[in-house]
């Protein structure tokens, strides 16, 4: 299991200023970039290591003309203002920023857009296929159609060509796999086809789909998971984003509209879904999303969340700045863009921050020291609407876990791992990892 880190990278750190473009040179500049590129994610790879990251997941790095970067013009084109103007160079800076990674024991995965690409798409550059696009097929494509166009999946040709260009950053660069943006639009035969080759150059290769659709509720997405993990009896991905969990998290402890009984009875769903070759990928926030922060406006509700999330069974993604609560741009309109704010470090901190950082680091640490809390089995001991108990177990491994939201009297007398107190058996509202010491 994984502890992964999202980053934008225009948002993240500007490591070399003389790549930067000026802001007309772009077709869409959002007005909360600092030009971050890939130089500057090489700069701060001590501080991801600090954190207990384990993976990075970059935003795309290809040739585009926006600060997102999901407006790809060449697959095969790493952007000059993420890299170098000089472009015998470009390579070479994520060539180091791979190396430097992987000697932390840190992993790198390259945010794929197959479904769709800029429309200006550079088609001279594609020499050995003669690919096809479509009208968009669904109601997010037709959100998106002023900007992009989208690939035929169901020409061979269009299909030979994608696959090839993930092919390609596999062969040509130790990239350790791949985000795959909206799977949700490309039929499963291709993916099925598309892992299989992926496979073929690298057998471990992370293959990491969003399968979400942002008007569905949270059964239709857990649904769509599902549906998703495999294909003729074929694992498709190594794992799938958990639109599903993430929107539970809200209900039960921002909404209040649904129990911590009910909390439990999903994330055990969610866990069936998890198994040797496949584990979902649980989330609070991402770069479609709000900050969590704007969501629950309250710190202690942040943390909770925070140390929920990091006891459920499978990996975890933390967008940039999640472990310092970092507070989106209110002034947006669009929901998908607040939360794309410049990354904050520690000589910029507030104490908030300074104590939010701690904290995640701690979970984290906790987390990998106690394996059971990221691959073990659920146990439930009690349950009511507003207290739950339950255990996380590996082989011969044990940690219980209660989230309450009254005051908790046990049976037992516990350590507490996050706080560590001894020989408690009174908990005040909040989220707790225990061990047990006495039974009374």
């Given at each position: 299991m994984f502890i992964g880190y999202h980053i934008l990278i225009k948002f993240f750190k500007d490591g070399n200023i003389e790549n930067n473009w000026k802001k007309e040179e772009y077709l869409k500049f959002e007005k909360n970039s600092i030009e971050g590129d890939l130089q500057g994610i090489i700069e701060k790879l001590d501080y991801l290591q600090d954190l207990g990251i384990d993976l990075i997941y970059l935003g795309p790095i290809y040739e585009s003309k926006t600060t997102h970067g999901?407006?790809?013009?060449?697959?095969?084109?790493?952007?000059?203002?993420?890299?170098?103007?000089?472009?015998?160079?470009?390579?070479?800076?994520?060539?180091?920023?791979?190396?430097?990674?992987?000697?932390?024991?840190?992993?790198?995965?390259?945010?794929?857009?197959?479904?769709?690409?800029?429309?200006?798409?550079?088609?001279?550059?594609?020499?050995?296929?003669?690919?096809?696009?479509?009208?968009?097929?669904?109601?997010?494509?037709?959100?998106?159609?002023?900007?992009?166009?989208?690939?035929?999946?169901?020409?061979?040709?269009?299909?030979?060509?994608?696959?090839d260009v993930g092919k390609y950053w596999l062969e040509n660069f130790d990239v350790d796999g791949f985000r795959l943006d909206h799977a949700l639009g490309i039929e499963r035969s291709f993916w099925k086809e598309f892992s299989k080759e992926m496979k073929k150059i690298k057998s471990d290769v992370i293959l990491l789909g969003e399968v979400w659709d942002d008007v569905a509720d949270e059964e239709e997405n857990y649904e769509l998971i599902k549906k998703f993990k495999s294909f003729e009896?074929?694992?498709?991905?190594?794992?799938?984003?958990?639109?599903?969990?993430?929107?539970?998290?809200?209900?039960?402890?921002?909404?209040?509209?649904?129990?911590?009984?009910?909390?439990?009875?999903?994330?055990s769903k969610s866990n069936e879904l998890n198994d040797t070759h496949f584990n979902l990928t649980y989330f609070v926030e991402n770069h479609d999303v709000p900050r969590f922060i704007d969501l629950c406006k309250n710190k202690e509700i942040f943390f909770n969340v925070m140390k929920v999330l990091m006891v459920i069974t499978g990996n975890v993604m933390l967008e940039y700045g999640n472990e310092i609560a970092l507070a989106g741009d209110k002034n947006f309109e669009w929901f998908h863009e607040s939360g794309r704010v410049p990354m904050k470090f520690k000589k910029n901190w507030?104490?908030?921050?300074?104590?939010?950082?701690?904290?995640?680091?701690?979970?984290?640490?906790?987390?990998?020291?106690?394996?059971?809390?990221?691959?073990?089995?659920?146990?439930?001991?009690?349950?009511?609407?507003?207290?739950?108990?339950?255990?996380?177990?590996?082989?011969?491994?044990?940690?219980?876990?209660?989230?309450?939201?009254?005051?908790?009297?046990?049976?037992?007398?516990?350590?507490?791992?996050?706080?560590?107190?001894?020989?408690?058996?009174?908990?005040?509202?909040?989220?707790?990892?225990?061990?047990?010491?006495?039974?009374?």
């Open positions: 999901y407006d790809t013009i060449n697959y095969y084109k790493i952007a000059s203002h993420l890299s170098s103007k000089e472009e015998n160079k470009r390579n070479e800076v994520l060539k180091k920023l791979l190396i430097e990674s992987h000697k932390r024991g840190i992993k790198v995965i390259l945010d794929l857009v197959l479904n769709h690409a800029s429309k200006n798409y550079d088609m001279k550059s594609i020499k050995n296929f003669n690919v096809k696009t479509e009208p968009p097929q669904s109601i997010q494509e037709k959100r998106w159609q002023t900007l992009f166009q989208f690939w035929n999946i169901s020409d061979i040709e269009t299909r030979k060509f994608l696959i009896n074929e694992k498709i991905f190594t794992s799938l984003f958990d639109f599903f969990i993430y929107d539970v998290l809200k209900d039960v402890f921002i909404e209040k509209n649904k129990s911590l009984k009910d909390f439990y009875k999903m994330i507030n104490l908030k921050e300074i104590e939010t950082f701690n904290l995640i680091k701690k979970l984290i640490k906790i987390r990998k020291e106690n394996k059971e809390l990221s691959d073990g089995s659920y146990e439930l001991i009690y349950s009511s609407d507003d207290s739950i108990l339950f255990k996380k177990k590996l082989n011969k491994k044990e940690t219980f876990v209660l989230i309450t939201f009254k005051t908790f009297k046990a049976d037992y007398e516990f350590e507490d791992l996050i706080s560590n107190e001894k020989e408690i058996n009174i908990f005040e509202p909040g989220v707790y990892y225990l061990k047990r010491v006495h039974f009374f």
